[in-house]
């Protein structure tokens, strides 16, 4: 296998013309401290790759049982190798957040209006991945005026989100887990420009609750499809 | 007169029933420069009331010739007196942003995709007033989740934004000046909710160059308005 592509907690690798996801077992963070929020990788923690690609798969199996279009063909756990479809990211990478109750960003940016815990209803916004800029708030207009969305992905994108956010908050919520929010990826299908879900479905994208108490991402994983 | 409401440049008044700003010599700036983007008031100077009331004056009479709904009766420059229809602000105040040509915070949160100077097509953004978070930047889903919008108006409000933008921008063109970006506030009239352009028009409001050269606010005043 050849890596054509070295992230902070996934290779791309391709081989007889097939694309995967190597999972690594870096995480991000700060200071020691595993941090999803965070643009660095901090630390390697073994088995947090196995834990990644092992939720992901079950969430991209459950996608694909609702007709939810992704990037995603099958996966090996012991191996680490998600096979998946080749596409483009918007722009230089997009992040699309999905939000039921307020915390985090959206309290730093409107706790004037809102105070922690606020039901938001699926309240989706999109930023863009751009560490030096501490990934900016983005509105429809500015994605189109920039090339990032073509008219109509915006929308398309938002409806998405919804959808796949929804599933995973209900799945958690049958485990007696509150899902706060979660961000997630898309990108257009080489070839047809179909726009996905792509990149991982793990605990680093989303902030759970159980109760009063924060889930972190490993621990949520192993609560989902065990070590 | 009564002042039921004393601003950083502008207060307030009433009197027979009727309500006019009382505009100071007050700018906004920090350590002895005058800056418009500043949220503090910085210093006195002596003109610059009759400044912006006389520019606010001139482009509120340009409006109301375009049929352009606004808040503004009339004003008596000498006094620094403008009287105005009663409005209420959206949420704790909303300001919106139109952009001809990238520069400022498009540029410090866009870098990634746009350099100063690049056409922006009158591409319009809402902000949040809130100076202890910067003025966040806010899409149309959380105004409207935030309840500081109704459905629909956001669209109004960008429609009447860039049709008063272009007003502006087309007068300053006609005397070899470019604006870069404005920034304007709308409210809701009292009685009737019918959206209005509210707050002043003045040097502050815009960023405009001659050529190369920055136009600081006073000078745009004298050059439109003359002393």
């Known amino acids: 296998m050849k890596t054509i592509y070295e992230g902070k907690t996934k290779d791309i690798r391709q081989e007889d013309g097939k694309t995967y996801f190597y999972f690594k077992d870096d995480v991000t963070g700060k200071d020691g401290v595993f941090d999803p929020g965070e643009n660095q990788v901090g630390l390697s923690i073994e088995g947090s790759g196995r834990a990644c690609i092992a939720m992901s798969k079950y969430f991209f199996e459950k996608f694909e049982a609702d007709k939810i279009p992704t990037h995603y063909i099958s996966a090996d756990v012991d191996n680490r190798l998600m096979e998946i479809k080749p596409a483009k990211v918007f722009g230089k990478g997009l992040e699309v957040i999905c939000r039921f109750k307020a915390t985090g960003s959206f309290i730093r940016r409107y706790g004037k209006y809102a105070k922690d815990g606020d039901d938001l209803n699926r309240y989706v916004e999109f930023t863009l991945k751009d560490d030096e800029r501490q990934d900016p708030l983005i509105n429809e207009d500015a994605l ?12 398309r994108i938002k409806e998405l989100t919804r959808s796949i956010s929804q599933v995973i908050y ?58």
């Open 144 to 155: 189109v005026l920039l090339g990032i969305l073509k008219e109509g992905e915006y929308d």
């Open 170 to 227: 209900d799945d958690l919520k049958a485990r007696g887990l509150e899902m706060y929010d979660i961000k997630l990826e898309f990108g257009r299908l080489e070839g047809s420009d179909e726009v996905v879900l792509i990149d991982e479905v793990s605990g680093g994208n989303m902030r759970v609750y159980k109760g009063d108490e924060y889930i972190e991402p490993l621990r949520l994983s192993e609560m989902i499809v065990g070590k």
